[in-house]
């Protein structure tokens, strides 16, 4: 893969973990149930200075399943009628 291939991955991968951010502000329920199961499937641990979101968003290669574990969390959590408005 060339450099030029790799770099765009990686802002794909800043740009969807920062939307993931904006939206973990928005819906804290629902985005930190994701991240829960996330680092869950991932294994990891969170040292007992950080948050689960800080552990998260560290790397944002793992952005990925963040999204597939919103799609397995979304019908699981509880939310009030909310609507989550794209940018303007």
């Known amino acids: 893969m060339t450099t030029r291939l790799l770099l765009c991955e990686h802002a794909e991968k800043l740009s969807a973990a920062i939307t993931l951010k904006n939206h973990h502000s928005r819906l804290p329920e629902l985005v930190n149930a994701a991240i829960l199961l996330a680092l869950h499937k991932r294994e990891c641990e969170v040292p007992s200075s950080l948050t689960p979101a800080d552990v998260f968003f560290r790397e944002v290669r793992h952005t990925l399943i963040?999204?597939?574990?919103?799609?397995?969390?979304?019908?699981?959590?509880?939310?009030?009628?909310?609507?989550?408005?794209?940018?303007?």
């Open 66 to 88: 963040l999204v597939l574990c919103l799609l397995c969390t979304v019908s699981e959590v509880d939310l009030p009628d909310t609507v989550v408005k794209g940018p303007r």
